[in-house]
């Protein structure tokens, strides 16, 4: 497998192993490579993690998924969830402690995928935010996901039509995100000042961090990058073409400190705003508000 040439040896071993042992079992439409591997942001001790596709109305087995992983679990317990174990969109899979490191498999549902890549195409994205920290999932990972896979097992080539679909960031995606995601800024930046107000740290500073995530969007889809995860995001975004100077370097100085009476509380509201300001001002940006505020 060519493709796997950045895998060091012995987890390489282990990932060909698994897709001959997945790729027999009844049901299975496709094994990917995903994660840090997929992305190329791996490093020594990353985990290895396998998607494994299947069409919902002819799911494979979870006890064939579980004899899988016990053969190469080093550990007694080992954690197998059902179909959607997991939430609504990280919908299920297994953690596995082996002697090569932690492998993780995730189950994904090829029509669910389908049709989000479809809504996306037409602007309509959804933002989970109790299915996972700290700020949820947004449907949009799905394509990220698609994006960046790496297929290992794809007799029917389900996973290189999926991929061919996303080659291109939807323009009707791109727009939504924007807009969206600016107005929700805005609306939360009114309410952050008045519980700087009042001094509520609670309140505020999650209005800070709601804030920011929105403003993360933007760039993303401003930059025409699918986003995947919340983890390493600010060093993601420091290398996109379209950003406001110092960017990221101002909402970390913002965020750290935020304060704790209503002088401290009122600055940092005030030095989000103004990194809001910077993003509405980039010339890619045709931003209007929703409503009045």
């Known amino acids: 497998m060519d493709s796997l040439q950045n895998v060091h040896k012995?987890?390489?071993?282990l990932l060909e192993q698994l897709v001959g042992q997945l790729g027999a079992v009844p049901g299975m439409v496709a094994?990917?490579?995903g994660g840090s591997y997929a992305?190329?942001?791996q490093n020594d001790a990353s985990d290895l993690d396998i998607g494994l596709y299947y069409h919902e109305a002819k799911p494979f087995s979870i006890a064939d998924i579980r004899r899988v992983a016990e053969l190469i679990s080093d550990q007694e317990s080992l954690t197998v969830t059902d179909f959607y174990g997991w939430g609504p969109w990280v919908n299920g899979g297994a953690w596995i402690h082996t002697a090569q490191g932690k492998v993780d498999f995730l189950y994904r549902n090829v029509d669910?995928?389908?049709r989000t890549i479809s809504d996306a195409q037409q602007g309509i994205v959804a933002h989970d935010y109790d299915q996972q920290p700290p700020y949820g999932f947004y449907s949009v990972t799905y394509l990220a996901e698609t994006h960046i896979c790496i297929p290992l097992y794809d007799p029917n080539n389900v996973i290189a039509d999926l991929k061919r679909s996303v080659e291109i960031y939807?323009?009707?995606?791109?727009?939504r995100v924007i807009a969206d995601s600016l107005w929700s800024a805005e609306f939360t930046i009114v309410h952050a000042r008045g519980y700087a107000a009042q001094g509520d740290v609670y309140n505020t500073v999650g209005c800070l961090t709601r804030v920011v995530t929105n403003l993360n969007q933007v760039l993303f889809a401003l930059n025409e990058r699918y986003f995947i995860r919340d983890k390493q995001v600010m060093q993601t975004i420091a290398g996109f073409a379209h950003l406001p100077s110092g960017y990221v370097e101002q909402i970390n100085r913002a965020l750290a400190c935020p304060g704790n009476?209503?002088?401290?509380?009122?600055?940092?509201?005030?030095e989000i705003e103004e990194v809001w300001r910077s993003v509405v001002a980039l010339p890619e940006v045709d931003y209007a508000p929703k409503f009045e505020v």
Do not use: E
């Open 10 to 13: 012995p987890k390489r071993t």
């Open 39 to 41: 992305s190329g942001t």
């Open 261 to 270: 009476d209503v002088s401290a509380l009122a600055k940092s509201v005030g």
């Open 31 to 33: 094994v990917v490579l």
């Open 112 to 114: 669910q995928v389908k």
């Open 170 to 175: 939807p323009p009707k995606l791109k727009k």
